[in-house]
Every structure is written in structure tokens, then in C-alpha cells.
């Protein structure tokens, strides 16, 4: 990806020297319309479990368990799209990629609850959530590019 390192000076010695690339290659066009519509699916996606979570808590759901449930909605929303227009991958290993899918998936949740139960320390509860899907959705999108949808 990178060639031709180049080594800035290091004047006075109170730093190491840094490395920087000269030149970068940009990911291929079809890369990045992929991210442009895992994007896509991820706003999607966004509005749905935000949305859901809202709606649940507004009717007195506990906080934990709308969490979940809204994150539910929105994996079952994603596995559809990305498997047929993201990543583009219809008919061929649906069950293995279902699995993975959805392992994946309940992994970056369970690091997003984490993170989520954390802000709550010091955040307002919707402020938490907002950022606990951010932090989710690049940890699965890193997760089906390296490894559900390959």
C-alpha cells in the first residue's frame, strides 16, 4: 500500500525520527462505493435502531433490553442489505454466511453495550447511544469486509 518511505529530520533530538509515506495508492472505485453503500445500509440501519430504541423507551422499556431489541431490528435490516447489495453476495453460502454474520454482529453489539454502559457515566442516555452506534457500525463494518462477506 505504502512505497517510497520518506523519513523527516529530526531537528534537536527531542523527538524520533517519524516516517511518512511519499506516495499512497487510493483503495479501487469499487472499494469505495462499497463503504459508500455499507454507508448507506449504516444510515438506514442507524434510524431504525434509533428509532425502535426511542420509541421503547418511551413506553417504559428497560434500557438494557431496548437496547438489544433495537439492535436486533437493525442487524436483521443489515444481513438483508449487505448480503444482497453492499457486498453483493446472493445464493452462495448463505447458512455459513448468516453465521458469521450474526456472530460478528452480536460480538460488536456486546463491545457497544460496553462502551454505551460506560458513557452512560457521564453522558445523557441518548447521547450515549448515538455514540455507541457510531463505534459499532466501524467495528462491524471491519468485521464483514474482513470476514463474513469475503
Known amino acids: 500500500m505504502f512505497t517510497n518511505w520518506k523519513c523527516l529530520p ?4 527531542a523527538f524520533p525520527v517519524l516516517l511518512f509515506p511519499q506516495k499512497m495508492r487510493l483503495p479501487p472505485r469499487s472499494e469505495i462505493l462499497r463503504f459508500v453503500r455499507f454507508g448507506l445500509v449504516g444510515v438506514l440501519n442507524t434510524a431504525i435502531t434509533f428509532v425502535l430504541f426511542w420509541a421503547l423507551r418511551a413506553v ?8 438489544l431489541l433495537s439492535y436486533l431490528a437493525g442487524m436483521i435490516n443489515s444481513f438483508v442489505c449487505n448480503k444482497l447489495w453492499v457486498f453483493r453476495s446472493p445464493g452462495k453460502g448463505w447458512e455459513r454466511e448468516a453465521a458469521l454474520f450474526f456472530l460478528g454482529t452480536g460480538i460488536c453489539w456486546a463491545l457497544q453495550w460496553c462502551a454505551f454502559r460506560g458513557m452512560l457515566l457521564i453522558l445523557p442516555e441518548l447521547l450515549a447511544q448515538l455514540l455507541g452506534m457510531c463505534f459499532y457500525t466501524l467495528l462491524n463494518y471491519l468485521y464483514n469486509r474482513l470476514i463474513a462477506f469475503r
Do not use: T
Open 60 to 67: 417504559s422499556v428497560d434500557i438494557d433490553l431496548a437496547n
Open 10 to 13: 529530526n531537528k534537536g533530538g
